[in-house]
């Protein structure tokens, strides 16, 4: 290839860079067909400041992606090659999807004049495969299109309700050569994430605050639509200005905290959290799904009287359900901008001052969820409970700590008590949609690509641990000091105390083998302990603080049934799932 001439791999990574929205890493494994891409990474990444991040699998490659880009606030990158490279990435981007993160997933495939022969890797049509789990997916023949392609696609992800964007690359696109003269490389690819912002409908607007004005009782729910919005400030100013309680959901962690006098709390087990949706007569929805993070707004843990205002970009979601009063469509952070500059003109103290005292009665209800950590945390035994784990991890580490939560009863756990200490937005990170178990590792990769400053810890159980263990190699090669804590209870917890609950003990499939995990970690290169007691789990988080290598931490746990599974059934009874019964 002449200097002159450009493959599809050099537009590709130009294109990319064109867009000038800070991208800096590819996550994946490199194949035959995509070798174009990387070698023009060698070439032309450190001029672009794009680095190619070698995975050790391509489902670990897509999740730190979509960690990055939840982390960062901007967009995830992963790679892989035509069958199994691109096959093996769906489970990751199917829980980016689910959770509306914005990620670029590049896929190569064959020539077309390869199509329907049996060559090897191309028998998928992977267009289809990842048309459920995608925003748009494109095809691109020829390397003249990528440029265009590229901005479409990363505008997608963006754009409205976020999510991933497939770009399926022939091999005709990547190793095929323009020249120069022949070519004209666009000049607007250049994009914006926030050029275009949703304001809401004035007279929804007026009819919102209408409804505020008559409420006795009004509360917040915010969720992942707000944090993807940017709108911690403007829900701040909104909730402390006129008093009204706020609650998160998961996706929402860190809107608010315990610095705010009117936070409730993120997870369904916080006592004035509960205590609000029984009794509240207005919920101000703010990007927030009504799903299963907040048992879908059904009976008996919500009022079923309230009014609904429910502010979301995605018109699919505004009453979905709950039946509401008045829907916003809109950007959120926008729309609390609206509600806030229309309610200075509107509410005055006759109405904040019962909004005052409904507030100051359910932050009472924290002293309830401070009893209980107090007893946890003085709690007795050979082995520590689960929930005590996680709160002696939240106790030891600094505020700006971010945490990747993998597993499910340790996870129930992390989530209960993700409010322990004071959260910011994008500090503790979960697929909460799929629950998809083995993300924390390679979420930990993401985060701490993402944001190198700040101490970053995964808290996952000893079976999720095992599903993508082997980024440890990847964290260990690049020198990512990520702490990765393993509750070990030799079972599948959650599953287990199902079985427990509600089979009378017929435990099957759900006992472990005892394994040193630690070892395994030991050899892939991290520092590494093992913890059997609180005595000595302090030390171990001390050391592993100081290293400057990735560190495990196996941590001998009790098998403690999470308190969710009787929630989640009570909910599926409720929908007739057992029929008459």
């Not at 190569?108 to 004049?113: E, I, L, P, Y």
């Not at 707000?226 to 701040?236: F, P």
């Not at 990765?484 to 759900?510: A, H, P, T």
């Amino acid at each position: 290839m002449s200097t002159l001439d450009k493959n599809g791999g050099d537009l590709l990574i130009e294109s990319l860079h064109a867009l000038d929205i800070d991208i800096k890493y590819i996550f994946g494994i490199t194949g035959s067909e995509i070798l174009r891409i990387y070698d023009a990474i060698y070439r032309k990444g450190k001029d672009f400041g794009i680095r190619s991040i070698m995975v050790r699998h391509e489902q670990g490659g897509g999740h730190a992606a979509d960690c990055f880009a939840r982390v960062s606030g901007g967009l995830g990158i992963c790679l892989g090659t035509v069958g199994p490279g691109v096959t093996h990435m769906v489970p990751a981007v199917a829980t980016a999807y689910a959770d509306s993160i914005p990620l670029l997933v590049l896929g190569a495939q064959v020539g077309k004049m390869f199509d329907g022969i049996g060559m090897i890797q191309s028998s998928i049509d992977q267009i289809a495969l990842m048309k459920p789990i995608t925003k748009m997916q494109f095809a691109v023949e020829y390397p003249e299109e990528i440029p265009n392609v590229v901005k479409k696609a990363a505008e997608t992800t963006l754009e409205g309700r976020r999510g991933p964007v497939f770009i399926e690359l022939r091999e005709t696109a990547l190793v095929r050569t323009i020249k120069q003269q022949d070519f004209s490389f666009p000049d607007n690819l250049r994009i914006e994430f926030d050029k275009y912002r949703i304001r809401g409908n004035k007279k929804d607007i007026k009819a919102a605050i209408n409804l505020l004005k008559s409420a006795k009782k009004p509360m917040i729910i915010a969720g992942g639509g707000a944090t993807a919005s940017k709108a911690s400030d403007q829900l701040q100013i909104l909730s402390e200005s006129y008093r009204i309680p706020v609650a998160t959901t998961i996706n929402g962690i860190g809107l608010m905290s315990g610095k705010n006098t009117t936070f409730l709390g993120s997870y369904l087990t916080s006592s004035p959290y509960r205590k609000a949706i029984a009794e509240a007569d207005l919920v101000l929805s703010i990007g927030c799904k009504w799903d299963y993070t907040v048992f879908y707004g059904s009976a008996p843990l919500w009022n079923q009287e309230q009014n609904i205002i429910q502010v979301d970009i995605d018109p699919t979601e505004i009453g979905k359900n709950r039946n509401v009063e008045v829907g916003i469509l809109g950007d959120c952070k926008t729309v609390l901008g609206q509600l806030i500059s229309g309610m200075n003109k509107e509410i005055f103290p006759s109405h904040m001052a019962k909004w005052h005292e409904w507030n100051n009665n359910l932050q009472k209800y924290h002293d309830i969820d401070k009893k209980a950590i107090n007893e946890i945390l003085i709690s007795k035994g050979d082995l520590m409970k689960p929930q005590e784990l996680v709160l002696r991890i939240y106790d030891f580490f600094p505020e700006n700590t971010i945490y990747t939560i993998d597993g499910g009863d340790i996870m129930v756990y992390s989530l209960t008590y993700a409010n322990y200490r004071n959260r910011t937005p994008r500090s503790i990170i979960f697929p909460t949609a799929m629950g998809h178990l083995g993300v924390g590792i390679p979420y930990a990769i993401g985060a701490k690509l993402a944001k190198p400053n700040n101490p970053v810890v995964c808290i996952t159980g000893d079976g999720s641990s095992l599903f993508n263990i082997q980024e440890l190699e990847t964290a260990v090669r690049l020198e990512l000091p990520i702490i990765c804590v393993i509750s070990n209870n030799n079972c599948w917890g959650m599953i287990k105390g199902n079985q427990k609950q509600f089979l009378e003990k017929r435990y099957i499939d759900v006992d472990l083998p005892p394994t040193n995990y630690a070892k395994i970690a030991e050899s892939f290169g991290c520092y590494t302990e093992n913890v059997n007691n609180r005595e000595e789990l302090l030390q171990a988080l001390e050391n592993s603080f100081q290293s400057s290598i990735p560190s495990v931490i196996d941590v001998k746990t009790a098998f403690e049934p999470s308190p969710t599974i009787a929630m989640i059934n009570l909910f599926k009874k409720s929908r007739g799932l057992y029929g008459s019964i």
